[in-house]
Each structure stands twice: as structure tokens, then as C-alpha cells.
């Protein structure tokens, strides 16, 4: 047995959308008897547990379409680091030179320039932290698209083991045969997808 704690990024997500799919018992969609050896909770690599559990996080994470988003998303990180050091000293520079004119200045116009210095601080933060936004919205949108095409594949995994539903592995309290199939999920989903960049190309 174990004890798990609940929470994971994806429970609410996979768990409703799994949900809205009704999966039936094996016995509701097929009263059939198979043969010894051919039914679904024998075939190889499937795990023979009426309860599957997942690890959405690593799910994402480890298959090669989560990886090429977290590749993505550093390097658009990395631009947005550099170009906000590249900001950051241009506007000391513009300081410095502000104060140091400020002895030669009537108060008024010293005023007035420190006043739309101030203003172009203001406008270039709202605009870095507009992009950083935008960073973040590109994974959100990445997470929820990956969890849409990887629903079929679920859904294939568990006719094909017949188990009644699939929980999220972190809400699962205490289970005796709860099986994890995230491993069997990210050969599955990998292999219908990859890391979905041909996908993207074609959507553009």
C-alpha cells in the first residue's frame, strides 16, 4: 500500500476531462468472454488494475513535446534576461547623466526631465513584464493543448485494460492496486505526437 499526498498541476484537468469521456467497466462495453490469454488486462505491458493512476507533471514534463516547450521557454526567457540587463544599463547610464546636469539646470527643467525620465521607467517595466507575460501565456497554452491530444491515448489505455478510471497519482490517497501508467503514457503519447513542432509549423 501506499500513501500519497493530494495536488499535482493537471488533477482538475485530466480528472474532468477523463470524466466527461464516462469510461465504463469492460464489462459494460463488451459482454463478450475472450480468450485465455486476450483480454484486455493481458496484453503485454498493460498493467492489470481495475484503478490507473498518472503523473500529469511528469507526464508533460518527460514526454518530448513537454520538452521541447521547456526548451522553448528558456530560451525565450534568456532573451527577455538579456534584453531587460541591456535595458536596466542604458537606463543608469541615462541617470547618471541626468543627475549630473541637474547643477547646470533651472530646478523647473530639471523637473521636467526627471519627470519624463520617470515616465519611459514606467512604460519600459510595464512593457518587459507585458513580455514576460506572454512567455508564460505560450506554456499555459502548451500544457492545455498537450493535455487535449493526450486524452485519446488515455482513453485507448484504458479500453485496452479495462479498468474502470484513471486518477491523478498524487490525489490517490491509499490504494492497494492502484497501477501508475505515466511511463506506458509517455511512449504512448510520444509516439502519436513527438514533440509537436510539425504540428505548430502547420498551424501557423
Known amino acids: 500500500m ?19 469521456f464516462g469510461a465504463a467497466p469492460a464489462f459494460a462495453q463488451d459482454t463478450a468472454q475472450p480468450a485465455p490469454g486476450q483480454g484486455r488486462g493481458y496484453q503485454l505491458g498493460l498493467p492489470q488494475s481495475g484503478i490507473l493512476t498518472i503523473q500529469p ?6 514526454s518530448a513535446f513537454g520538452q521541447r ?12 534576461t538579456a534584453e531587460n540587463r541591456r535595458i536596466e544599463a542604458e537606463l543608469r547610464r541615462e541617470e547618471l547623466e541626468l543627475t549630473e546636469r541637474r ?3 533651472e530646478p523647473q527643467a530639471f523637473r521636467a526631465l526627471a519627470d519624463a525620465f520617470d ?6 517595466r510595464r512593457r518587459q513584464e ?8 505560450m506554456g499555459e ?16 489505455i484504458l479500453r485496452e485494460t479495462g479498468a474502470g478510471a484513471i486518477l491523478d497519482h498524487a490525489s490517490v490517497f491509499l490504494s492497494a492496486d492502484a497501477a501508475d501508467i505515466t511511463s506506458l503514457a509517455i511512449a ?13 509549423d502547420g498551424d501557423r
Open 69 to 80: 516547450v521547456e526548451r522553448e521557454m528558456e530560451a525565450e526567457g534568456a532573451v527577455l
Open 57 to 62: 507533471e511528469r507526464l508533460f514534463s518527460e
Open 188 to 200: 504512448r503519447v510520444d509516439a502519436v505526437l513527438g514533440d509537436g513542432a510539425a504540428q505548430e
Open 141 to 156: 497554452e502548451a500544457r492545455r493543448e498537450f493535455i487535449s491530444a493526450s486524452l485519446p491515448v488515455l482513453q485507448q
Open 103 to 105: 547643477s547646470g539646470m
Open 2 to 20: 501506499r500513501q500519497l499526498a493530494p495536488g499535482g498541476w493537471a488533477a482538475r484537468g485530466f480528472a474532468v476531462a477523463l470524466a466527461c
Open 119 to 124: 515616465q519611459k521607467v514606467q512604460d519600459t
Open 130 to 137: 507585458q513580455k514576460l507575460r506572454e512567455i508564460t501565456q
